[in-house]
């Protein structure tokens, strides 16, 4: 029953900003720690962002700290990741990561439960 399901992906140039958002249910979502996930193309999956339970701290790759911002509201179990300044090197499929009273290594994972992904395309 649980569901991650990520939207406003797209295509935008060089310089631009998209609001990534993403929906969850069947799970207790003010308990979940949260997360954005990334792979480019011919790169590996990397860590973008992740945000506490509380929402009281969060935590930025070096590539994107002070461009993206992450953030949720959990009365509409949502979070979301607000990305300015694109350059080309953000392509990549963004995917929404979480779990619930979460146990792993804060913030690198693992996490139990993953959306599908969305396509960011950015162009020069």
């Known amino acids: 029953q649980v569901q991650l399901v990520e939207s406003g992906g797209g295509l935008v140039q060089a310089g631009g900003s998209l609001r990534l958002s993403c929906a969850a249910s069947?799970?207790?979502?003010?308990?979940?720690?949260m997360a954005w996930f990334r792979q480019a193309p011919g790169k590996e999956r990397e860590l973008v962002a992740a945000i506490r339970w509380s929402g009281s701290s969060t935590y930025y790759a070096d590539s994107v700290k002070g461009r993206f911002t992450i953030s949720r509201d959990n009365s509409r179990n949502t979070v979301s990741l607000q990305m300015n300044s694109l350059n080309v090197e953000d392509t990549a499929v963004y995917y929404c990561?979480?779990?619930?009273?979460?146990?792993?290594?804060?913030?690198?994972?693992?996490?139990?439960?993953w959306g599908q992904g969305t396509q960011v395309t950015v162009s020069s």
């Open positions: 990561a979480g779990s619930e009273y979460f146990r792993g290594s804060y913030p690198l994972g693992p996490y139990k439960y």
């Open positions: 069947g799970l207790t979502f003010s308990a979940c720690t």
